[in-house]
């Protein structure tokens, strides 16, 4: 489970990375699970770091959903 790699498609990878972002502004004020893990990164790893770590996570998340036809759950 590695970062996100620039093979594929551009402007998806471009997309994945301004969501995750737009979802890190959030994550300073929520006190959910996904908020404290990303925080956790920002602290260790830096923001830019802690912002691909999400995006990762949005696309392996996203491709699950897909393959299991399913619709996504908050824990």
């Known amino acids: ?11 998806l990878r471009k997309q994945l990375i301004h969501g995750a972002r737009a979802a890190m502004s959030h994550c300073k004020k929520r006190d959910d699970h996904l908020s404290h893990w990303l925080n956790s990164i920002v602290v260790r790893r830096g923001p830019d770091k802690a912002c691909v770590a999400l995006a990762n996570k949005m ?6 959903l897909l393959q299991k036809n399913e619709m996504y759950k908050a824990q």
Not at 1 to 11: L, P, V
Not at 59 to 64: I, N
């Open 1 to 11: 489970m590695a970062g996100i790699t620039k093979r594929g498609n551009r402007s």
């Open 59 to 64: 696309a392996r998340l996203s491709w699950t």
